[in-house]
């Protein structure tokens, strides 16, 4: 029986070096309490942010230095707990740092009410006055445009210290779904017996044995069924807490709260849902090819995720992984290609699964550390694209680190699932331009086209998901295990059309998808790669003076609102052209299939 390896059985080479966050444990401990010194500094200035532009600049700056603290302290232990869910000393260390940025959180909750207060002329002389603030120039700009949704000093400090237990829905799923709850085991293609795990899961469903595919769809989604009404509770009470929060900020929804941090129109949101329903013709198009190529009776949907074509697939090592991910982002410039190069060779990555391992993959990291990614990596063409989806995220951070000040040092998602997507982009035209072989380049093909129906379809279907349950709750209905089962079956009927066979395990599916747990997140995976699949292009095509205009996008961080920062990379997200070329080239990618086959 195959069993995942334990976490000492992974050599070191393979593992993230997480140094240049702490040494070790002892590091982290003695910042955890000089981090209650610095808040007391920060907390030392309520009352005075008016009094001058010297003092308010100094405020904002110790409140830089307690959230640069805070994001160290917090991201060590993330990452630690993260390397085995099950490390009870690591839970503990999360904990501790979670509730302590929830006292910090409380403790600043009146800067921005006493801020907002502060006349506007007032605050236009302090800009004028102190040089120094006009590296806040956009964070104030946007703390002004959200000034109608801050709430009172007491207010605001209630909620404050609300918010360690208001995040509690999303770790209990964490918990239940990473560390608690056990899949079984199936026959594998090798007719041995395998557990079925996260990481494994894909795997098993890209399987050429149908058997294998049906077994493990029907086990995994069992396993969520046997508890969708405690999944159903969670999620309810996630969902609840959007909405009353959206409320309580005077928001005329939580779809618009959600928005309004990155300033994104609802109408951005909308039209992706609208445009993605208008092609669902060319969806269901490609699916009836694909139950053609699979010589299927009948498409079931543990059927959609395996290749197209049965080429022999040998094992990719991680090395070969590596090499051809640089190859494929050759286009983005030398600078580039090395740095990533270099991270690797520096550990910035935890590559295999072991037991209690967080499932999928992620780029994290602090501003003050090495960009680091997690990985689940299974020698497949897939995993190569997962390394360079996150590589993507890691190499924005790494820009982004080196060429803004701390209060712009991260991305928003919205940004940033552009630049992992891009990464997969390139790759994957470089894949299709140099290989020979007329059944791989069908193959990859086939894999192409399943990029966009897992990401522009997918994502919208989860999107539409998201609308559809924070509604309810706007209209105070309930969300129970059936309806939202019902709900989610009855979307991807829509999505998977008429001529699929809907297995009715996929009602369930609902209950295991993570992004659910922050709202409105998932559509700007479908806008991200219509941003990309455009720049990409624009790559290809201009070459280095494009590539340069990308870059220049990647040291932006947040320094603008993610709309603008991505006109520097010649894509305007505020209009639909963007997602409506990325479907045209779906449907160029469908017809071109169809041509070969």
């Known amino acids: 029986m195959k069993q995942n390896k334990l976490r000492g059985q992974i050599p070191e080479q393979y593992k993230w070096d997480l140094g240049s966050l702490y040494p070790g444990d002892e590091g982290w401990e003695k910042d955890f309490g000089e981090a209650g010194r610095i808040l007391e500094g920060c907390v030392a200035y309520s009352g005075r942010l008016g009094e001058g532009a010297g003092i308010l600049l100094e405020a904002l700056e110790a409140k830089d230095r307690l959230w640069r603290s805070a994001e160290r302290l917090y991201v060590y232990a993330r990452m630690r707990k993260d390397e085995d869910n099950r490390d009870a000393r690591y839970q503990a260390m999360l904990d501790r740092i979670q509730a302590f940025m929830a006292k910090a959180s409380a403790g600043l909750s009146f800067f921005t009410p006493e801020f907002i207060e502060i006349p506007e002329e007032r605050l236009a002389g302090f800009m004028e006055a102190e040089a120094g603030l006009g590296r806040y120039r956009h964070y104030i700009d946007v703390l002004l445009r959200e000034k109608a949704h801050v709430l009172s000093e007491p207010e605001e400090n209630l909620l404050a210290q609300l918010s360690e237990v208001t995040g509690a829905t999303g770790d209990i799923f964490g918990m239940i779904n990473n560390a608690d709850m056990k899949f079984g085991h199936i026959i594998d293609e090798d007719g041995e017996e395998a557990e079925l795990t996260h990481g494994k899961y894909i795997a098993f469903m890209e399987s050429r044995d149908r058997e294998v595919r049906k077994s493990a769809f029907t086990k995994m989604h069992g396993a969520y069924a046997a508890l969708r009404n405690t999944l159903a509770a969670t999620y309810s009470y996630n969902t609840k807490y959007d909405v009353v929060s959206a409320r309580i900020r005077k928001y005329p929804s939580s779809l618009e709260a959600a928005l309004s941090g990155d300033n994104i129109p609802v109408a951005v949101y909308d039209s992706l849902v609208e445009a993605v329903n208008g092609r669902l013709g060319t969806l269901h198009r490609y699916l009836a090819l694909r139950q053609k190529i699979m010589g299927l009776d009948k498409l079931h949907l543990y059927d959609v995720y395996a290749p197209l074509f049965n080429i022999e697939q040998e094992p990719i090592p991680y090395e070969g992984a590596v090499s051809m991910m640089k190859r494929g982002l050759a286009a983005l410039g030398e600078e580039y290609v090395e740095t990533a190069a270099r991270g690797i060779r520096d550990r910035w990555i935890d590559v295999y699964e072991n037991e209690g391992k967080t499932s999928g993959a992620y780029s994290f990291g602090s501003y003050d550390s090495n960009p680091y990614i997690l990985m689940n990596y299974s020698s497949k063409l897939k995993d190569v694209f997962t390394l360079a989806h996150e590589m993507g995220h890691s190499m924005h951070s790494w820009y982004t680190r080196r060429s803004q000040p701390f209060i712009y040092g991260s991305h928003s998602i919205f940004t940033a699932e552009v630049a992992s997507t891009v990464n997969e982009s390139l790759l994957m035209r470089h894949l299709v331009s ?74 369930a599916e609902w209950a295991r998808i993570p992004h659910f747990y922050r709202a409105f997140y998932v ?20 070459g280095a003076p494009a590539a340069e205009a990308y870059i220049s996008f990647l040291k932006t961080g947040e320094s603008d609102d993610p709309i603008e920062l991505l006109k520097i990379a010649g894509v305007d997200m505020s209009r639909p052209e963007p997602v409506l070329s990325a479907l045209d080239t779906f449907e160029g990618l469908v017809s071109e299939l169809e041509e070969l086959v």
């Open 523 to 542: 559509y700007k995976y479908a806008t991200g790669y219509s941003a990309a699949t455009a720049i990409s292009k624009g790559i290809l095509e201009g």
């Open 434 to 507: 140099e290989e020979g072989d007329p059944e791989r380049k069908k193959y990859l093909l086939g894999m192409h086209i399943e990029e966009f129906r897992t990401t522009l379809f997918r994502q919208t279907m989860f999107a539409e998901f998201e609308r559809l349950t924070h509604e309810a709750v706007e209209r105070g209905e309930a969300l129970t295990a059936d309806r939202l089962s019902e709900d989610y079956y009855a979307l991807n009927r829509k999505y998977f059309g008429p001529d699929t066979a809907l297995d009715e395990e996929i009602a």
